[in-house]
C-alpha cells in the first residue's frame, strides 16, 4: 500500500482515481468519528461524504506537517460542529454504542433494561457540550492517545486530558441525576 504522501502527490498531478485509496483508508474511522457525534446513521453518512468532497476540494492546502488522518479529522470535526450548530435539539431513536448491544440469550426483562439503560446513557451524552461529547468520542471510541486528542482538538496535551477528566466527571455527574444514576455500567467512568 501507497504512503499517504505519494497518494496526495498522485491526485494533486491529476490522478482523481487515487483518491478513492484515501477514501478508502479513511472513511471508516471518519464516519464513526460523525456518527458518535451526531447519532444519526444517514446525517453520518452525509457528512462524511460532504468530509471527502471538501477534502478533495482542499487537498491542495494539505501541507503534509501531520498526518493525512488528524488533516482529515480536523476536516470532519470542524463540518461536525458546524452541523451540530445548526441542528441543536434532534430526536433519534438510534443508541449510542456505550454498552455492549447484540446480547444474545437474554430474557425479555433483561433485554428491556439493556434498552432502557442505553436510551438513558444517549439522554445524558446529548446533554454533554459538544466539546466534551468530542473528546469522550476520540478518547473512548477511537481508543487515541492524548497527544493526538490534543493534536486534533488544536490544544495542548495537559489541555486535552483536563477536558477528557472534565467530561467525564459531568457525564457521570449528568447520569446521576437521571433514574438510577447508571455510573458503575459505564466502563472507565
Known sequence: MQADSEIVQQVLQGDVEAFRDIIQKYQHMIYIFIYKM??????????????????YEKLNTYRGESQLSTWLHTLARNRTIDFLRRRKFHDTDEQLAFVPSGVQNELPQESLLRKE?????????????????????????????????????????STARVRYLRARQEFAKVLTKMEGGLVHELPGI
Open 38 to 55: 451526531v447519532n444519526n446513521k444517514a446525517d453520518a453518512e452525509d457528512l462524511t461524504q460532504e468530509v471527502f468532497i471538501k477534502a
Open 117 to 157: 439503560q442505553q436510551k438513558t446513557i444517549a439522554e445524558a451524552f446529548e446533554q454533554l457540550s459538544d466539546s466534551y461529547k468530542e473528546v469522550i468520542v476520540l478518547r473512548c471510541t477511537h481508543e487515541y492517545p492524548f497527544d493526538k486528542i490534543a493534536s486534533l482538538l488544536g490544544v495542548a496535551e
